[in-house]
């Protein structure tokens, strides 16, 4: 199953940088690049972080592709 991560639009559209979102959810930089690139997919804790800091569900952050 293939997902696509909106993460980059989300904190743009509030205007919070990669940085320092990282630094909200207590992950590296490059982890946060890595999640919103598609090279990986983040630990459930670490979804659970980033829904709980962007108050949203995970089916608005990450979105199923058709395969």
């Not at 904190?11 to 940088?17: D, K, Q, T, V």
């Not at 959810?25 to 983040?42: C, D, E, R, Y």
Request: charge should be positive; aromatic fraction near 10%.
């Amino acid at each position: 199953m293939k997902f696509k991560c909106r993460l980059k639009i989300i904190l743009w559209e509030r205007g919070i940088s990669q940085g320092e979102f990282a630094k909200r959810i207590n992950v590296s930089q490059h982890a946060i690049s890595s999640f919103v690139t598609g090279k990986s997919l983040p630990k459930f804790e670490n979804v659970y972080r980033i829904c709980e800091e962007l108050d949203m569900k995970i089916n608005e952050i990450w979105i199923k592709e058709n395969e």
